[in-house]
């Protein structure tokens, strides 16, 4: 089992930026690949970005050169940095452990989520 606590969401205007934490305890096995999800009231669940234990990552196409995603194995932490903010990136956002294979994109392949943290830019 994984416990997964993400931080550091919050308002900013738009151009702005932010920097969201997920921190993995538990069984961090199930670790080596961890992702970023974003949902807004009424939509789907959407896959923002997903890193593997060696660094690997996958951007959707519409935070692609604006997001960041980083990963310390160390610490069991995952980030996404989030650039030149729009205000259609204002979501709750979400980290994911517990890939099972298939698209990394899509939420059902995931076994374990935080508890979302609201970004909202204006």
């Known amino acids: 089992h994984v416990q997964l606590v993400e931080s550091g969401g919050g308002s900013v205007q738009a151009g702005g930026s932010l920097r969201l934490s997920c921190e993995a305890s538990?069984?961090?096995?199930?670790?080596?690949?961890m992702a970023w999800f974003r949902q807004v009231p009424g939509k789907e669940r959407e896959g923002v970005a997903d890193i593997d234990f060696d660094g690997r990552s996958t951007y959707a196409d519409s935070v692609k050169g604006r997001f960041i995603i980083s990963r310390d194995n160390v610490g069991n932490t995952v980030y996404l940095q989030l650039n030149s903010q729009k205000l259609e990136d204002t979501a709750i956002y979400y980290c994911?452990?517990?890939?099972?294979?298939?698209?990394?994109?899509?939420?059902?392949?995931?076994?374990?989520w935080g508890q979302g943290t609201q970004v909202t830019v204006s």
């Open positions: 538990g069984s961090t096995w199930s670790t080596w690949c």
């Open positions: 994911a452990a517990g890939f099972a294979g298939g698209s990394v994109f899509r939420a059902a392949n995931y076994g374990y």
